[in-house]
């Protein structure tokens, strides 16, 4: 399967992610991931933006990305919003 579309496919299924997880998810290098990540928001097709984040005081930096427009559906259990009455 080419690269981008395995990408796409794995963010469809998993929805946010990190770079690094999709790199290890499936099995393409971090380098190869980061470049077709941006080759795929240049197009559109998905949303990133740069994250940093501190695990056990160590600072790890990736790009956060998802599906351009996918609003994922709501959590199970969550209330209903409340009506408005004018």
Do not use: N, W
Not at 14 to 42: F, N, P, W, Y
Not at 76 to 85: C, E, F, M, S, Y
């Amino acid at each position: 399967m080419e690269p981008m579309k395995e990408i796409l496919q794995y963010l469809k299924k998993h929805g946010e992610q990190l770079d690094s997880e999709i790199a290890v998810a499936t099995g393409i290098s971090l380098a190869k991931v980061r470049l077709h990540l941006s080759e795929l928001a240049a197009k559109g097709e998905i949303m990133t933006c740069h994250s940093i984040r501190f695990e056990k005081g160590k600072k790890a930096e990736g790009i956060r990305c998802r599906l351009a427009g996918y609003i994922p559906p709501a959590a199970p259990g969550r209330k209903a919003k409340a009506q408005l009455k004018l």
